[in-house]
Every structure is written in C-alpha cells, then in structure tokens.
C-alpha cells in the first residue's frame, strides 16, 4: 500500500482532532476523527479502511499502542500505516514494540506532520 489518501485520527483531544481533520483536509486528504478507541472500534465496520491511522498513545480506555496492534492484527488493516502520537518520552519504543510505522512528538508541527504523511506515503524499501 504506497498511496494514502483516507486518513483516521484517533486522539482525546478535541481541538487537536478538529484541526488536524481541517489541515489534512486542505492537503486533499478524506479524513475521519474519533475521541477514543472504542468509539472508533464501534464504528469501524461502517467505514472503508483507511491508508493511514493517526493515533494518540494515551487515550482513555485502550491505548494508542493497542489500537495499533489490533490494527495491524485485523485482517482488513493488516496493511494499514500507524503513526502514533504522544508528548510520552516512551513513544519510540512504544511504536515499536506495537508494529506503528512511525511517531511524532507532541506538540508538532502541520508541516512536520505532512512531510510525516509524504515519507510514509513513498514505497516501504523492501516493497516491490
């Protein structure tokens, strides 16, 4: 999977969903947003998978690196890309130990987000 075009944010924080779903909008991408796991997790059968699942690692209920395992577990999102996202200083190997593509620290940047985007939208180096 080389293109990302849908995108699902998963974080707690409404202000940081609302913006992150209008900037990612603006840059043409189709963009869902869910406050908690399980909210999203309801109502995952209703929507297409998405390319990329952006992911707060600390979300009330089940957290960001679990959603992230199950994601990566479930057979309609196996191929899916995770980044996770979290002031955490554990996030690297949090991402890690659960399969994520990538992380980013928060507080970030739109443009350090997109450029994030870009890089996990090019070919995996061993996809051919």
């Known amino acids: 999977m080389n293109t990302i075009s849908r995108i699902t944010i998963i974080d707690d924080d409404r202000d940081l969903r609302n913006l992150l779903q209008i900037s990612l909008g603006i840059h043409g991408f189709e963009v869902n947003s869910f406050a908690t796991a399980e909210e999203f997790l309801e109502q995952q059968s209703k929507l297409n998978p998405s390319d990329l ?65 870009q890089l996990l939208h090019s070919p995996k180096p061993n996809a051919r």
């Open 53 to 117: 699942y952006i992911i707060d690692l600390n979300l009330g209920g089940m957290t960001g690196d679990r959603l992230c395992m199950h994601l990566k577990n479930a057979a309609d999102t196996t191929g899916c890309r995770v980044l996770l996202i979290s002031a955490n200083p554990e996030i690297q190997q949090l991402a890690t130990e659960s399969g994520a593509d990538g992380f980013i620290f928060k507080p970030f940047s739109q443009k350090e987000l997109v450029s994030r985007i």
